[in-house]
C-alpha cells in the first residue's frame, strides 16, 4: 500500500522556537508538496518541490522554508515559529507526467504554537 | 486568477437523503478535476475527471465534469453517518502540478 508518512501528527511549540515537519514517500514521485489547512480557508501551498533539491515558493511560502536532499523526503521548516503558524500542514505527493495526475496526502501534522 | 469555488460550505442531512456537492472552478490550462474525502485524517482519493459528460461512479457516489460550464458535481445516494466528511474539490492546471483546492464542503449525516 503506497503512503506519505508525516512523522508527527501533534506538536506544540512555543513562539520563537525552530520547528521540523518531516514528510516521506515511498511511491517514488517526483513531485512533492507542503499544504496548511485552515478553517474557511482551504489547503493553500505553501512550496512544492518536483526534483531533489529542486523547490518552488508555492502561495504562501513567508515563514517557512523546505528541504529536499532525498526524492522519498521533504522537509518543513519553520525558522521561528509564530502563532499565526498554528494550522494543520498536509505533506503529499505525485507522478511527474504527461497525464493527469492524483496527490496522494499524508495524515497531517496539527502545529499550535503558543 | 485561478480559483475553484464549493458550494455549499456545509450541509446537515438525515441518513438516507441524497446530496450534491458543487465545484466550479477557473482554472488556466485545465488537466483534471479530482474529488477527495477528508475526515479526521488524510485527504482520500475518491474520482479523479478529464472528460466531459462522462460519469465516474463508486457505490453510491458519483461524479460527472462539465468542462463548458466549467464546473463538476459530486452526488452520494442514500447517505450514511459514514459519510460524514469534508470533501474536497481540486483542479490540476498544466504548469508544474499546481492544484487548484476549493474551501471543502462539510457534509454531516445524521441517523
Known amino acids: 500500500d503506497v503512503k506519505v508518512t508525516q512523522s508527527s501528527r501533534y506538536l506544540v511549540k512555543r513562539t520563537g522556537e525552530k520547528v521540523f515537519l518531516e514528510c516521506v514517500q515511498d511511491m517514488d514521485h517526483e513531485n512533492m508538496f507542503w499544504y496548511r489547512q485552515d478553517p474557511g480557508l482551504g489547503l493553500r501551498l505553501i512550496y512544492f518541490?518536483?526534483?531533489?533539491?529542486?523547490?518552488e515558493k508555492g502561495d504562501i511560502p513567508e515563514g517557512y522554508s523546505v528541504s529536499r536532499e532525498k526524492k522519498e523526503r521533504f522537509s518543513l521548516i519553520l525558522e521561528s515559529a509564530s502563532t499565526n503558524q498554528t494550522s494543520m500542514y498536509l505533506c503529499?505527493?505525485?507522478?511527474?507526467?504527461?497525464?493527469?495526475?492524483?496527490?496522494?496526502f499524508g495524515a497531517g501534522s496539527r502545529l499550535t504554537v503558543l | 486568477e485561478d480559483k475553484v469555488v464549493q458550494s455549499p460550505l456545509s450541509l446537515v442531512v438525515h441518513e438516507g437523503d441524497t446530496v450534491t456537492l458543487n465545484c466550479s472552478y477557473e482554472v488556466t490550462n485545465f488537466r483534471s478535476l479530482l474529488w477527495y474525502k477528508q475526515e479526521k485524517k488524510a485527504p482520500t482519493f475518491l474520482f479523479m475527471l478529464?472528460?466531459?459528460?462522462i460519469e465516474k461512479k463508486s457505490g453510491r457516489l458519483s461524479s460527472i465534469l462539465d468542462k463548458k460550464e466549467l464546473f463538476s458535481i459530486l452526488n452520494i445516494t442514500a447517505t450514511q453517518t459514514g459519510d460524514s466528511a469534508v470533501y474536497l474539490c481540486?483542479?490540476?492546471?498544466?504548469?508544474?502540478?499546481?492544484?487548484?483546492f476549493g474551501t471543502g464542503t462539510s457534509l454531516t449525516v445524521i441517523p
Open positions: 503529499a505527493s505525485s507522478l511527474e507526467g504527461a497525464g493527469a495526475n492524483v496527490l496522494t
Open positions: 478529464t472528460s466531459s459528460g
Open positions: 518541490s518536483y526534483d531533489v533539491k529542486m523547490k
Open positions: 481540486a483542479v490540476e492546471g498544466n504548469t508544474g502540478n499546481q492544484f487548484y
